[in-house]
């Protein structure tokens, strides 16, 4: 039986190929289908291979290095690399890196240029803008434009409702045009108008010290006294650290200007 059957595909074999030799035209439609596919399977294989398809670098962790080192791992891996920002207020040892993007252990293909953030030497200085005549609001994106920090509000009686009067930086009022470092917290001198001198004390609890800053700012309310737990070691510690309680309590009525202290922690469960 099995010998039959294997006589019989024997023999359509050869009617096949004597079909294939004796039709000019099938044998050609055969030759180019089989060239076809040689050449899909080559091209796909060539632009795996120029596109490293599946592979790829593991970006190096510069952060900490200093640039010497950075140039020098960068060449290695073969990996372009750019300084994006300078920051001299921040965690870490001056002249390294202390950001990067992508961060370390992300693929990328040779040739990609890496976005660094160093620690400078020395603080950058600008000149000092001027804040006043302009609203709360407009004063506190113009403060944040020009790399400066909002620091205390201080209300006193003007007819101009939330109307910038003058501008502080370390207990003095300072000049426009005066030399000032980037980051330096400005302080300003507002009219309480013929307002109530009402607001609501904000919700801060679980934001950080930043945000709870931008949030009283925004209702004209200062933030007072921080009270760190034992879990708050580093200057890290204290930026990633959240509000677990505040007084005056949300939602109670204030006067503006008035402070909120708050006790931040970095163990959530309080």
């Known amino acids: 039986m099995n010998i039959d059957i294997k006589n019989k595909f024997l023999n359509f074999l050869t009617s096949v190929k004597l079909l294939i030799a004796s039709n000019i035209i099938l044998r050609q439609i055969l030759i180019a289908?089989?060239?076809l596919i040689i050449f899909i399977y080559a091209s796909f294989l060539s632009l795996k291979i120029i596109t490293h398809h599946g592979e790829g670098l593991s970006v190096p962790d510069f952060t900490g290095l200093?640039?010497?080192q950075v140039n020098k791992i960068a060449d290695e891996k073969d990996l372009n690399f750019k300084i994006i920002d300078s920051v001299y207020n921040a965690p870490g040892k001056k002249g390294t890196v202390i950001a990067q993007v992508p961060p370390a252990g992300f693929k990328v293909k040779e040739g990609r240029t890496i976005l660094l953030t160093i620690k400078t030497f020395n603080p950058q200085r600008i000149l000092m803008p001027d804040f006043t005549n302009v609203s709360l609001?407009?004063?506190k994106a113009d403060i944040e434009t020009y790399g400066?920090?909002?620091g205390n509000l201080k209300y006193v009686p003007d007819i101009a409702t939330n109307n910038v009067?003058?501008?502080?930086?370390?207990g003095r009022a300072i000049k426009p045009g005066t030399p000032i470092e980037k980051n330096s917290v400005i302080d300003l001198i507002l009219g309480m108008g013929k307002s109530d001198k009402i607001t609501i004390v904000p919700d801060l609890l679980n934001l950080t010290k930043d945000e709870a800053f931008q949030k009283a700012t925004d209702l004209s309310l200062n933030i007072g006294a921080l009270v760190f737990d034992n879990s708050v070691i580093s200057t890290e510690d204290s930026l990633n650290a959240v509000i677990w309680k505040q007084?005056?309590?949300?939602?109670t009525q204030t006067t503006i200007g008035s402070s909120i202290d708050v006790?931040?922690?970095l163990e959530l469960n309080k």
């Open 148 to 150: 400066l920090r909002i």
């Open 263 to 265: 006790w931040l922690s």
């Open 137 to 139: 609001i407009q004063a």
């Open 66 to 68: 200093e640039m010497k």
């Open 33 to 35: 289908f089989v060239l």
């Open 165 to 170: 009067l003058e501008q502080i930086y370390n």
């Open 247 to 251: 007084t005056p309590i949300p939602n």
